[in-house]
């Protein structure tokens, strides 16, 4: 059973992965430790993004999917510290579920719609999309106290529609 509570940090969690942007995710490969910045969007049960594969992180996923990473601004006091940090494994999307994907993350950025102009259109072609499948996630929110940490019960955050 689901507490008010739970059912509460649910929903500010669904409206600051809505209302944020940029996943600094975080990968590695023979103990060598990478992070970069991606845009996603909630899609399914999962947080998707598009990039190039031959980039670091790319590279990294594909010999190690297991991921981390946090959704945050930058604060200038502690008290107003509020982020997710999560992880799970990230899969490389096959061309069917790549359709759906780009769909959701054209509503939430418009410049890769059906309107994208030439050099995004271009550029979109030039790279893959993939999932990441949150196995844990925390939501921090310091306003309710130093440190204050929950984890997220992830079939209630994804199961809402």
Partial sequence: MVT????????????????HNVLCLATSEA??????PVFYAVWQK????????????????????????????????????????????????ESSDAVSALECYSAKFAITGPDAPVDITKALHKVSWFQLLPQRMYYIDNSRGFGNRD????LQLFDYH
Avoid at 4 to 19: G, H, P, W
Avoid at 31 to 36: F, T, Y
Avoid at 151 to 154: A, K, R, V
Wanted: negative net charge; aromatic residues 6%; glycine residues 4%.
């Fill in 151 to 154: 984890e997220i019960d992830l």
């Fill in 4 to 19: 008010e509570s739970q059912a509460s940090i649910s929903a500010c969690v669904r409206e600051y992965l809505n209302r």
């Fill in 46 to 93: 999962s947080l998707v993004f598009l990039s190039a594969s031959h980039t670091r992180h790319c590279r990294n996923l594909q010999k190690n999917p297991l991921a981390s990473g946090s959704i945050q601004e930058d604060y200038s006091d502690w008290k107003d510290i509020k982020g997710i940090q999560l992880e799970g494994k990230v899969m490389q999307l």
């Fill in 31 to 36: 103990q060598q430790p990478w992070v970069a």
